[in-house]
């Protein structure tokens, strides 16, 4: 079973900017294409940004053009650059591995979440 231990959350103002990172165990990580949840409090976890194997993203139209998905096969590590941060990307983040089908990222259902990290945008 593999873990993921996401880190780099924080609180910042409105306009600033943080760099998440999951590290992900295993040996299989460069098989993967890699996903960033989050989670807003009362609201559906929704998916942000993912990255294929041969490194191709892909981006919700909420935050396209200004957060930033890489991965560093190996470090078994995705990142999510994260800039002109807003109060509505206040959430906890989430990393996961997954499978594209066509051009859909699908998680891993058997994978357990991680305990994510907060990310707080707030004047």
């Known amino acids: 079973q593999v873990e993921f231990v996401e880190s780099g959350g924080g609180s910042v103002q409105p306009g600033g900017s943080l760099r998440l990172s999951c590290t992900a165990s295993g040996s299989t990580f460069s098989m993967y294409a890699m996903g960033w949840y989050r989670q807003a409090a009362g609201k559906q976890r929704e998916l942000v940004a993912s990255?294929?194997?041969?490194?191709?993203?892909k981006y919700a139209d909420s935050v396209k053009g200004r957060f930033t998905i890489s991965r560093d096969n190996a470090k078994n590590t995705v990142y999510l650059q994260m800039n002109s941060l807003k109060p509505e990307d206040t959430a906890v983040y989430y990393c996961?591995?997954?499978?594209?089908?066509?051009?859909?990222?699908?998680?891993?259902?058997?994978?357990?979440w991680g305990q994510g990290t907060q990310v707080t945008v707030s004047s």
């Open positions: 996961t591995r997954g499978t594209y089908y066509g051009a859909t990222y699908y998680r891993t259902r058997d994978d357990y």
């Open positions: 990255i294929q194997i041969n490194r191709a993203t």
